[in-house]
Each structure stands twice: as C-alpha cells, then as structure tokens.
C-alpha cells in the first residue's frame, strides 16, 4: 500500500509553516494528524477552515487516557477540495478537564459537545447546550471515563437469572483434574 | 386575539422515527416556535461496552448501531481497522462488500418510501415497499444467515463467499423491484397531496447545510453534490459508474428526489457489481480472533449511508481491545441541533415527515 | 339543520346492505418459509466430535455461552484432550453472529436453520445444543468449514537445514523459529489448556504461549521455568504429547507448542541471562542435605527446585557431563552439547553441586550417600541395552544403538563402515541411523511392524528419510553371520512379515514362511530397548528398595519402599521420555520437602 502522500505533505507543511510548536503528521492516504495545544485548537481549526478550505466538520472525539491522566479530543474536518481528513489532536488535563467552546464554528458542535460533557465529564466554557443528552438523572461518574466500571456497575444495578450457576471454567477444570499449579503470576496470561 | 401557547411531548413513540425519540414542542396554534429533542431511550451504551469486548467481538456488536441500516457500521469500522492495520482486502472482498452495503441501500430506500409516504398517510406506498423490501431481506438471508443483523463485513474482507446461485437470484430481484418503484413513483410522486406537502417544507438553505454539517441526501438536496463514494471511494467505487442525485430546493421535496433518482442507481450499480465480480479470496484472514492485536493508532472510516456519512472514529493502544470506538451517525448531527432549528416554523403535521426526510435514527445518536 | 332529519338517518342504512354477504378479507394456508440454506438459527453440538476446549464460550460476546458438565447418560468422554464440558447456551443473551460456530476448533458446534421456539415455561431457555435437539443434526444450516473458520489451522512451517546439507555436520537440523514466526504460532493457540493435562510435567502452556503471543518472552521463560528446569532441551527433543491433544490438531496441525518453548528459552543465550531472567527466590536455607544419584533430567529437576526450596543439594553423576541420556543418548545435531551444558550451568548457579565422573557404587558407595544425606533421590535411567537375542550378536560390528550413540557424543570414533544395518523402530533406532548416515554409510531400518507402527516421532522418521536412511519395515531379523575370520559381521538374515489383526489389541508381525533374505552389511545397530542397572544397590539397600520387572517401585509421590530413598526417570515410569522424567523430579521435589520437613 506505499502510494506517494504528496497532497497529505503539502497539508502537513502548511500547518506546520503557519503554527510553531505543533507537530504534524501525514499519516497514511488521505489523513492528517496534527497535535497541538489546547489553546491553539480553535485558531488550527479557523485557519483550516478559512484559509485552506477544510468547510466539513466530520467529527469530534473523545478519548480517555486514564494511564497518563489526560483526555484527547480530536476533531476531524475535510475538505471538498482536496478530500483530506485532517485530525486536530490535543490532550487536556484529566482533573481538571476543559475545552474552548467551539459550537459557533461548526453548530453541530453542539451536539457533540454536550455528549463529550456528559459521557466524560469535559467543560466547555460559555457553552450554552442542554446538560442532559443521552443520560437521564444521572448521578454516578461519567460513564464513559475508563475508571468506571461496567461490569461493577452491571453487579451492582442488575441481576443475573437463576439457573446458570454450574458453570465452569475448562482451564480451572483442567487443572484441577491434573493437580496443576498455576503460579500466580502466569494467571494473567490465562484465557479470560 | 392571540393564539394560545401550547407544549406538546411528541413521542417517543411516532411515525416519524425507526426507533424512540422525543421532540418537546412549543406550538402557538399549530406553528412551531421552539422544538427541543429528548434522546435517551436507545442508549445501550455499546462504546462502552466495547471496552471490554476484543476487536473480532467488536465487529458483531456494530451492526445494532442502527437498525435500518446495519452494513455500513460494520463497513466503516472495517475501514478503520483495516487503516490501523495496513490490512489488505482482496478484490473480491471489495465487490462483495459493496454489494452488500447497496443491497442495505436499496432495503432502506424502500423503508424510507415507506415511512416517507407514510406520514402523509400515503399508506398503501408503505405496504407495497416493506412487501418488497422483503425479497431485498431475502437475498441477505442467503448471503450472510441474518435478514437484519447480517455481521457479514469484517476487517479484510467479507464473512462468506457468495452461495451458488446467488448472482442470478440478485439480478431476478433487481428486475422485479426496479418494475415497483415504477409504481411507487406514480403513487408518490405524482400524486398531488405528496407534492403540495413536500414542496417547501423543512427547508435547509445551502449557507445553513456547510455550517451544520448537513451529509447524504439532505446535503445533496441543497444542490451540493458530495458523496463519500465519489469524494473519497473505498471498497469497490471507484470502479463503478454511477451519478450523484443533486437538487436544488433544500426542502422535503428535493431530498425526495434525490433518494428517488439515488435507488435508481443502486440497483445500477448492483447489476454492475454482479457482472463485474471478480474471482479469487473474499477475505484476508485475521489471525485468532482471541489473539488478535492491532498496533497501535488511530483512523477515521467512512461509506455513505442512504442518509448520508457514516463514519467510525477507533482508536487502538495496541492491545486485543479497541482503546476508543466512536461512531458517528448522520442522525447524530440531523436528529439533535439542525432538526431543533429546522423545525421552528413549521407545522405541527409535518413534524414526522421533516424528521424521516432528514433521516433522523435515534439508535445511532445514543448507541 | 331540523332536529328530525329523516334523510340523516336513514340514507346510512346503506351500510347494512353488506350484510350477510362474504368478507373480502379471507384467511388462506399458513406457510411455514423455508429458511435459507446458511441461515443463522439455534445451535447444534455434535456432543462426541466436541472436545469441551471452551473457544466458543470465550468468544461469545454477550456471555451466552456456558460450559457445563452433562448428565452421566451422555457419556461425555472425560479422557485426556477433553475436558467433559459441553456449551449451554442461554438464548435470552444469545443474539445469533455465530462467532461461537466461526472461532469452533473442531467444527462440532453449528448453526441450524431452525429459529422457532414457543414455550410457556420462561425457563426454557437454556439449551444445550445436542441435547435439547438432537434433531438439529439434520438441520444443520452455518456451518463451521476448514475454509471460513477463523482459526488457522496450518503450523508456520519450522526452517531447516536441507536433507543433503545436514548429513555433512552436525549441525543442528532445526533452525527454531524467528520472532516474528514465533509471535504468528503462538497466536493460534486458543489457551483451552487442554494439552496441559496430558503433559507428564503439566507445564503451564497456554499461559506461555500467551505471553509469547503479546511479546512479552522474557515473562514466558519465567512460567516455564515454574516446573521445568531444563526447557530448552525440551524445546528441542520433548516427545511433545500435549500437540497430539491440541484443539486445533483436531482438523489442522497441532500449534507448535514445543517450537514455541524453544523459542521462549532461545532468548538466554547463556547461563548468566537466564538467571537475570528467571530471577527465581531462593529461600535461606533449611539444613535439610539432599543426595541425588544421576544428573539426568529428573535428578537435575529435582536438583533445582530442592535447592530454590533451601536444600543442600549434592548430584553424584557418573559420567563427565550432566545430562544423562539426553547428554549421551540424543545425537547432537539435534541437541547440541553446549545448549544442555548452558542448562546446566545456570542449575549449578542457582546452587545445585554436581560431583562428575563419580559413579556410585564404584568411586563412592550408595551406603555413604544413603548415611550422609537425609533423604536420596534415585534418578538413573536406562543405560543397559537389550540384547537382540539371536545368533551373532556378540560379533565385532554389531553394537547397541545407545552404546554407539555414547561413544560418538562423548568424542570417540567408531568406523561403521559403508552399509549399516539398524534394528529397531524407536526414536534410538532413529537416532542411530541418522548418527550413522552422517558418517557416509548407506543406511537401512529394519522394523518388524509397519511404518506407521514405529514409535519414534514423524518428524523423526521423516527427516530420516530425507538423509536417504532406508527404511524396510515388515522385517525380522534372524542371525548375523559373521565372515571367513567369524569376528566380523558380514551379512543379516531376516524374514520378511505380514501383519495379522489381533482382536484387542494391535496387528501382529508374523513371518513369511521361505522369504529369508540376506543382506550384506558391514555393521549391525540394535536398538530395541534398554533397561536399568542396578548393581550398585547393596544386598542390604536391595532388600529395602523393592524393584519389579526392571523398574523401581515407588507410590504415587516418588517415595520407594523406603521412606528416605525417591526415585524417578526412566528407571520408575513407563514412559521413558525426559517430560516424564521431569515431571517424576518435580513430584519428588514435593514429597521429599513433605517428608523432610514434617519432622
């Protein structure tokens, strides 16, 4: 799959040339990555948007990375001309998590806003959206951050019906039935 | 006299939706002056459950994304994966799926007549095409063992070879349908009632269609003409011939016409895709589904829905479970913020009608 | 608008001209709808081709899939490779991608076309397919093919020296695989650990595998290392019983678990680097001294973990080298002397003692060894050959296979000659046959039964084959005759035989009466077993320590009829191969720290 990445160069470089102190990456055909601050999103977005014709907003996500204590938002917009993906990366502090209000560039940021408030618990200042989308008279955590536990979550609200209860674990059996040991560090490596 | 303020709760239960929503109106006599969307009944939470589930057990739960069209989740999920991964899909692999995601077109083309027609109380429209959308229902029986849920897309290829005999029965199946929409257009679209309700209704404005992010058919009734199969094609497109249905208007009326011209080109492009099917493998085996690890990154699929784009955003830390899975919809942007400004100004009857023109799915904003 | 309006009322009455007439709506003919030939409907298990490996209840997304024991009427095979667990499945979660049936090793568990099921009882819905609906086996629907199964069912294939290079050297024949090989074999493993109860060692293999699989070798050396202390001499000649058990050998080839050890102990390339990967606990020491006679595979084992349990551990080895017959027994092209030597070392590291070229019996006595430790471990093995047991056999020229295969491992030459002859169908047989062929000589296999009756491996008899070792089965050797000086072997004699079903048990070799061949060789080679030497028990230890039928007595912890002596190895298991012997070291190690520290 080498085909030559020229058009995604030519972006990269007219990203890098207009922002200092952001990385950009032409990945693979057709998509852009671009990593920048949290405060340089919006301008990243305006000056795609306005001077290099990337018109669509596609989408935008979050993405919890509970081991180095950040979030990411990533936006991804696209341009009718040149049919790029550009990904507009940024990682904002996971404590305290809050991002630029940016539903006057593109309103359909608003709906994504307000599901990125709810699922992760992100600000968004001066952000006028409903506060309850998806979720009704939710009280718990944000349930899409990685620290909240489905499967906690499903014991706790649910229960299971009766009449499974004999169920077995073939490597639990196997081992038993042969006097196996297994040591307690190897147990991760075991079948889930 | 003024007229007195009436809120009203529509839904979740109507007509105007596959699925559950409501939309809370303010009425002054039986004008809109302020609509306000409640999601929430479908949430199944399904991003997060993917959390705990590996990347084979991932692509089963896709297709429930949305129900009248479950292909194209899977398809652009397995675009993603197959970016993260630099896999492979062999040609075959290509027209199949292809086929598959216009065959889902077509049956939901036909829902869309259905409900479309519906809601004017065009019935007898309906009936015919959910009849008919039945031998379309058929044909994935056969393909992949499941009339709805077909979990027959799968990164690198398809799930099953075609069985034998299935090119003469898809090309049989084409010939009878494009004789019914025939008839449908001449109960639909000529009809008087149709026109004078859909013409000038739920108008999205060209300026309005860039700023929302309007995609698919909407968009294309706008009179801007993009398609993800012809801006930037995948599996098998870009070797198929086929047009783009643009119309100006921006009202119920040109978003019907292109959906009208569109199924037009779907049963084209089917006939072409049998035709030109290409022999050899239909899938570029993943390794043991248990063991299955895709490196490290993060892309964006996208294949265009009957409704317009729909696109998965994964993302992968390199393990056998997908780090981030987020899908967005075209609903997810027609159904909350544009339908609440779409519909201010609007009658109280044409609430349902804007909201099935638009394509509004609850299932796939909430997932 | 009048208040009695008689039009009003009456024109209505139309309605009631209806009457009585026939309705349009008429009810016809339910047709039940012929599902389509791959339909995704309820499931059904073959209950006797289904191994219990669990795959489907892995997969199954929703949590559907139960593993439970049947009822005795089934008769669900409890044997080795089957764990005696069917799926149940639970069709309230059930929602029909037939992951189960595309991830199914076997291709026991289908789909069927059924989809219709009406019940008023809500607890109904647990099936177990197969015994719910034994019918569905005639409806079968989507189906699990070699071909759309999402196992992989083809071994990546091991590198070798080719057939005409290798019997040049010896070199070591099999080149082990790379990482990237390695991490592609190990990912078709499926961990149902049902090859773990059929290792004599029950070595920790899904979980090895598995941390070959995610890249993390040095972890997988680590769980190896928890029962077996000499792995990469396993990885490169074990007898490998847990592949022919493996859920994916059911219609594919097995997963390459002994490649995939040797893989995972590869990356130590010396003793030093083991231990820093190992890294074992040693604990203080108890007090307690061990003696162990015999530094072969099940004394070495016993060695190790004796002394990471705090023993005082001695090794009395008669010979220059550790490692009993995997040292002297295994030619070196397939376990090369300084891969068992590294072994060795990193168990002298850990604190093992090992006192070479000290024969019991003869440089000291087991009356010492017995007085001055607390408790012995027997370890000996099978150096002893049997005899042919016909006329010639004590001519020049014609040698026992294990006594050839010694003297070419510990360095000394032996000239077999242009043709040679080997009796025998084991992997000894075999081993001296390919020893002999890199010697230049034309060799040939006599065997008495038929090829696919040899005991010794195929990959063995294979790789025979491709050094030009004839093998001529159906063949029984009568006499060696000797030439004109009668110290020399000369020619064999042999009957050529046919094979005759015996009921219960397998075909029987009996000879053609008038088909005596002679062939002439230069070198007979026998190898059709070997037993135990005994001499170095004194009348006194001999009385104590009951021996039958050529083998050690002892109970189901290694303890002999003297509650102080344990013993192991080929000298006490039937086996007779070094996974077993292993596995009767590591009981020991159990036992003796029971009966030592009880107290």
Known sequence: ?????????????????????????????????????????????????????????????????????????????WSPETKLNLFVKTRIDRQNPEMENMDMIWRQLNTYQRE????????????????????????????????????????????EREGREDKQDVRERIAKRSGEEIPDFAKKYSRE | MREKSTTLYLGPQHPGITGNMMVKLQLEGDTIVKATTHVGYLHRAFEKLIERRNWMQTTTILCRFCVPEPDPPEAAFALAVEQIEGREVPERGKYLRSLVLELARLQSFMLWYAGQSGSTGLYTVGQWSVG????????????????????????????????????????????????RIDDYDRMMFDSAIFQKRAQGVGIITKEKAMEWGVVGAPLRGCGIGHDVRKDNPYDAYDKLDFEMGIFEGGDVWARARVRQFEIRQTISMIRQLIQNLPSGDYLNKMPNPMKWTIPAGSAYGKVESVRGEFGFHVVSDGSDKPRRVHARGPAYVHGVSLLEDVLIGQNLADVSFIMNSLGVCPPEIER | MSFFDLKGIVRPLIGLSQFGKNPHTKRLDVLGKDTADRYRGFHYNDLEACIGCGNCSTICMNGAIDMVELAAEFNISQAKGNSGLRPRVDYGRCCWCALCVDVCPTGSLNLTKEYNYVSPDPNTFLWTPGVDNPYGKDQLSFVSTKETSLMTFDRVPMRELDGTERVKSFAEVVLGYNEEEARAEASRCISCGLCTEVCPDHMH??????????????????????????????GKVCTRRCEDVCAIAVRGEAVAIRWLKRYATEQAQTADLIQEIVNPEIKEANGYKVGIIGAGPSGLTAAYYLALRGFDVTVFEAKQFAGGMTMYGIPKYRLPM?????????LQKIGVKIKFNTRVGKEISFDEIYKNHDAVFIGIGFEKPWKL????????????????????????????????????????????????????????????????????????????????????????????????????????????????AEEGGRPRPVPIEGSETIMEVDTVIGAIGQEADYSFLTEEYADKIEVNRGRIVTNAQQQTSDAKVFAGGDAVNKTADAISAIADGFRAVKSIEAFLMKK
């Open chain 3, 389 to 500: 047991g016909i006329p010639g056999e004590d001519l020049e020229n014609a040698i026992p296979a294990v006594e050839y295969l010694r003297m070419i491992n510990d360095g000394e030459s032996y000239d077999v000659g242009k043709k040679v002859v080997v009796i025998g169908g084991g992997n000894v047989a075999i081993d001296g046959a390919r020893v002999a062929a890199r010697h230049d000589a034309d060799v040939t296999i006599l065997y008495r039964r038929r090829v696919e009756d040899m005991p010794a491996d195929w990959e063995e008899i294979e790789g025979a084959e491709d050094e030009h070792v004839h093998i001529h089965p159906q063949a029984i050797p009568i006499r060696i005759i000797a030439d004109k000086s009668g110290k020399k072997v000369k020619a064999i004699e042999y009957l050529e035989a046919e094979m005759i």
């Open chain 3, 205 to 234: 293999i899904p979980e090895y595998i598995n941390a070959i699989a995610r890249g993390n070798d040095q972890d997988a050396l680590r769980i190896i290392y928890d029962n077996n202390p000499l792995p990469e001499m396993c």
């Open chain 2, 132 to 179: 008919d959308r039945n031998y379309v229902l058929d044909l994935f029986e056969e393909l992949t063992g499941g009339r709805i849920y077909h979990m027959y897309i799968w990164p690198g290829g398809v799930r099953r070879d075609i069985p034998e005999g299935f090119e003469d029965k898809v090309l049989r199946t084409m010939d009878y349908i494009e004789k």
């Open chain 3, 338 to 346: 300084d891969s068992l030597n590294k072994q060795v070392s990193y």
């Open chain 1, 1 to 77: 799959m080498e085909t030559s990445l020229i058009k995604e160069e030519l972006l990269a470089q007219q990203l890098q040339n207009a922002f200092e102190n952001i990385v950009t990456e032409a990945v693979r055909k057709d998509t852009v990555f671009a990593y920048a601050s949290k405060e340089q999103v919006s301008s990243i977005l305006l000056y795609a948007k306005e001077k290099l014709g990337y018109k669509s907003l596609a989408h935008m996500s979050c993405i919890d990375w509970l081991e180095s204590d950040e979030f990411e938002l990533v936006y991804i917009i």
């Open chain 1, 116 to 159: 990125i408030r709810e699922m992760f618990g992100v600000e968004f200042p001066g952000f006028v959206g409903e506060k309850e989308f998806i979720l009704e008279d939710w009280e718990d955590a944000p349930p899409m951050r990685r620290d909240f536990d489905t499967l906690e979550y499903v014991n706790d609200t649910f229960f």
